[in-house]
């Protein structure tokens, strides 16, 4: 029996260690694949305010309809906001990445599996590390991405948050943002929203993610059970050796 606990925790500890989380000074996010109305909020924001210049092009309409429960109809009411686009096309958009390199910059890279390279803190801390930079462009900087080619484009609901700065070996350098009051949403509700956003975003990164967990989940009974009937047996067909 203590052969097999051991067994059992060496082929546990790989996995383990793979959950572990990823370093990096972002903010944390409790993402939640199974919270769909939080993902239903989060897909109809990421297509009202990012696929402007932003594609998703390995993820269907329909796709994010069918897992959260939307159909056809409403697929196309609430996300899809061009004229030659239908429910079972993929999230492209007209401005290509040359476009956007000339208008911005850098060219808007598509977000599909951003998340899943990224981790899901990196996005929420992106979508609230915006701040005053009148020395930028577009007069905002980010935290995350320094000298940032994005405009804040959730400025109108947020505002503008000033940058909060720390001395670090005599200098002055930014280290996050204030809250900003002058925006529509309040702080509790901005932070409420990028975290339904980045919810959308790991979603659509891993759409089998909800199915992966609950499937998991019966695996590991099932295992346990049978680990339980196994030793059992072992037990009655070694009773007369001993
Ligand atoms: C007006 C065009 C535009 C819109 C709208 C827009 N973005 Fe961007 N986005 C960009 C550009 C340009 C970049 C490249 C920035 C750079 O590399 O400096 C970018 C970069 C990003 C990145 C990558 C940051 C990194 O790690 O380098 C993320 C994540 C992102 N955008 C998320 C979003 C989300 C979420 C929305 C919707 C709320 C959105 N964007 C809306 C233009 C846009």
């Not at 989380?21 to 305010?49: C, E, I, T, W």
């Not at 096309?89 to 000339?102: G, L, P, S």
Request: charged letters at 25%; one cysteine or more; aromatic letters at 10%.
């Amino acid at each position: 029996m203590r052969k097999l606990l051991l067994t059992l925790a060496l082929a546990l500890i790989p996995g383990l260690l793979m959950a572990a989380p990823k370093g990096g000074n972002y903010m944390s996010v409790d993402v939640d694949p199974h919270d769909k109305q939080s993902l239903q909020r989060g897909a109809m924001l990421f297509a009202n305010y990012c696929m402007a210049c932003h594609e998703a092009s390995l993820m269907r309409y329909n796709r994010i309809g069918q897992d959260l429960g939307l159909d056809d109809a409403l697929v196309e009411q609430y996300l899809i906001f061009k004229p030659e686009q239908q429910a079972h096309d993929v999230m492209t958009n007209v401005m290509t990445e040359a476009d956007a390199e000339q208008w911005f910059g850098a060219p808007a890279p598509d977000l599909t599996l951003y998340a899943r390279r990224h981790g899901p803190d990196r996005v929420y801390t992106f979508l609230n590390g915006f701040y005053r930079d009148d020395d930028q462009p577009f007069g905002v900087n980010n935290i995350v991405v320094s000298g940032v080619s994005m405009p804040h484009v959730l400025q109108d609901l947020q505002g503008l948050p000033e940058p909060r700065y720390e001395e670090r070996d005599g200098r002055m350098v930014v280290v996050g943002v204030e809250e900003a009051t002058n925006g529509r949403l309040s702080p509790e509700e901005y932070r409420a929203l990028t975290r339904d956003l980045t919810n959308f975003m790991d979603y659509m990164a891993e759409p089998v993610k909800a199915e992966r967990e609950r499937l998991g989940v019966r695996v590991l009974v099932f295992l346990f059970i049978f680990l339980i009937v196994t030793y059992l047996l072992k037990r009655e067909y070694w009773k007369d050796v001993h």
